[in-house]
């Protein structure tokens, strides 16, 4: 069974730190790495995807993957009290002609003032 | 607005009724999802559709019937309801080739 690992937290930071979020995932064959945002009652929210190893910025994020070790991070810097969510790592397994995403149970983050 | 839609958004209804979740995008994708998200928050796949091709069919009771009349639709029709149902039902669309998965709203499906 593909599986995909995470600290369910709560991650707790101050305001303005850094959050790093981690993720380890089973499948050697994975190809695409995913992070997604999901407010309480909301829908998850693609913040980041990468696909090869090493680190991929945008703005306050950074998601860093090593296929060698298996896991992917995601690293929040300057933390916000509106960061605070659950944080969802999602990988891409081809099984076949489909590809599908498998979700960890995700990491709740909460940013303190 | 380009988004993926879902309807209705509460759905309450008693065990063993017949419902309908019916999405739609505007995105221009090809490809779209159905996720069933239960009360731990788990987050897991149940169907998807490829241009109107049934590719990805989990383990899912046959109660669950999805059906795509186009790549812009994908409905979810549940037959015999039962409480295990009772979850957040998401809908979800991307382009195959690159599986950036966009999700609607939520569909928060309650059975008494």
């Known amino acids: 069974q593909k599986e995909v690992e995470q600290n369910s937290g709560p991650l707790s930071v101050p305001e303005g730190a850094i959050a790093s979020l981690n993720c380890t995932y089973s499948?050697?064959?994975?190809?695409?790495f995913f992070w997604y945002r999901q407010y309480s009652g909301k829908s998850p929210e693609l913040i980041m995807s990468i696909y090869s190893n090493g680190d991929k910025e945008d703005g306050r994020f950074t998601a860093q993957l090593n296929k060698a070790s298996q896991y992917v991070s995601l690293l929040i810097r300057d933390s916000q009290p509106s960061d605070s969510a659950t944080y969802l790592c999602a990988v891409n397994y081809l099984g076949g002609t489909a590809s599908k995403l498998t979700f960890g149970t995700g990491t709740r983050l909460q940013v303190t003032l | 607005d380009t988004a993926v839609s879902q309807t209705p958004k509460y759905l309450v209804t008693q065990m063993g009724n017949d419902k309908s979740i019916k999405c739609e995008q505007n995105l221009g994708h090809d490809t779209m999802y159905w996720y069933k998200q239960d009360s731990k928050k788990f987050l897991k796949i149940m169907f998807s559709y490829n241009n109107k091709e049934l590719i990805i069919n989990e383990t899912v009771p046959n109660r669950f019937s999805p059906k795509s009349p186009d790549k812009a639709h994908l409905n979810l029709h549940i037959n015999s309801l039962e409480l295990g149902d009772s979850a957040v039902y998401f809908c979800?669309?991307?382009?195959?080739?690159?599986?950036?998965?966009?999700f609607g709203p939520g569909t928060r499906l309650t059975v008494l």
């Open positions: 979800a669309s991307s382009l195959q080739r690159y599986n950036e998965q966009f």
């Open positions: 499948d050697r064959g994975s190809q695409s």
